[in-house]
Nanobody
Framework: QVQLVESGGGLVQAGDSLRLSCAAS??????MAWFRQAPGKEREFVAA????????YYADSVKGRFTISRDNAKNTVYLQMDSLKPEDTAVYFC??????????????????WGQGTQVTVSS
């Protein structure tokens, strides 16, 4: 059983930065990811990172602006978001995949989810 708790969301202006955190409880080595969902839209993949932290995977829309990382000693995954745009406005969710190898960019394989944190970027 894995519990995930996100934090760090808020209201910022375009061009600003924000760092999201996701604290995980429960043992095991598993990949983790961030997804987001804007009003009226489907949940979309943002970034994923393996247990080792190497070779993270990003959606094209955030590549070069967002950085995913993890600190296994703290059981925490981070999403550093720079050069934020109004279109980044969404509820951001972290997720854990305890059943598969590799990094997956669809939501189905992820078996644990946090409650989400709101990120709002004003123009």
């Amino acid at each position: 059983q894995v519990q995930l708790v996100e934090s760090g969301g808020g209201l910022v202006q375009a061009g600003d930065s924000l760092r999201l955190s996701c604290a995980a409880s429960g043992r095991g080595r598993y990949s983790m990811a961030w997804f987001r969902q804007a009003p009226g839209k489907e949940r979309e993949f943002v970034a994923a990172v393996s247990w080792s932290g190497g070779s993270p995977y990003y959606a094209d829309s955030v590549k070069g602006r967002f950085t995913i990382s993890r600190d296994n000693a703290k059981n925490t995954v981070y999403l550093q978001m720079d050069s934020l745009k109004p279109e980044d406005t969404a509820v951001y969710f972290c997720a854990a995949d305890t059943r598969h190898m590799g990094l997956i960019a669809t939501s189905g394989p992820y078996d644990y989810w946090g409650q989400g944190t709101q990120v709002t970027v004003s123009s």
